[in-house]
T-cell receptor, first 109, second 114 residues
């Protein structure tokens, strides 16, 4: 079973920041937080991952709370192409990633 | 660098038949994972291959089997197909290291069992 809890769905206005929360209260010290997204009928796409520190790349930012029990994925300026299912996954390195049902993000014009 | 490619993209089989799905890994990757995704669900882990050996398996029966070849490409075989095997089958490659397990997924093979 997935070790994370995410809202089923969220809406975001185009051009605004999309903040996707994830609860992982049972995370262990060596487990990474990964975010993937899946646009309809495509394979999942890697977005970002982190261990303890906040991370940023060209796609998004990942904010991990100090106690590591939750995190937020931030898409700074959401576009219609960001409409997708977003998966938050917690896992040790080299162990299989276990996907939950994710959050369906709808970006609205 | 080439990504992960899967074939065929779509196929239809009947109950009881056998199917083979193929996957070419991303250049530089040495590990392949297979996932099954039913409609409306997240991907479910089937198994992973590293150095041509199965290296982890999810809750799938033995009629799901696989191979990894020296060039790191892979096959997923499913025998005695059942209606519930209808799904999107996803292949993902990665480079096994001591750090994070970042997967690159292919577009998937959509299997319909009639």
């Amino acid at each position: 079973d997935a070790k994370t809890t995410q809202p089923t769905s969220m809406d975001c206005a185009e051009g605004r920041a999309a903040n996707l929360p994830c609860n992982h209260s049972t995370i262990s010290g060596n487990e990474y937080v990964y975010w993937y997204r899946q646009i309809h009928s495509q394979g999942p796409q890697y977005i970002i991952h982190g261990l303890k520190n906040n991370e940023t790349n060209e796609m998004a930012s990942l904010i991990i709370t100090e106690d590591r029990k939750s995190s937020t994925l931030i898409l700074p300026h959401a576009t219609l192409r960001d409409t997708a299912v977003y998966y938050c996954i917690v896992s040790l390195g080299n162990t299989p990633l276990v996907f939950g049902k994710g959050t369906r993000l709808s970006v609205i014009a | 660098e080439t990504g992960v490619t899967q074939s065929p993209t779509h196929l239809i089989k009947t109950r009881g038949q056998q199917v083979t799905l193929r996957c070419s890994s991303q250049s530089g990757h040495n590990t392949v994972s297979w996932y099954q995704q039913a409609l409306g669900q997240g991907p479910q882990f089937i198994f992973q291959y590293y150095r041509e050996e199965e290296n982890g398996r999810g809750n799938f029966p033995p009629r799901f089997s696989g191979l990894q070849f020296p060039n790191y490409s892979s096959e997923l075989n499913v025998n005695a197909l059942e209606l519930d095997d209808s799904a999107l089958y996803l292949c993902a490659s990665s480079f096994r290291s001591s750090g994070a397990n970042v997967l690159t997924f292919g577009a998937g093979s959509r299997l319909t069992v009639l």
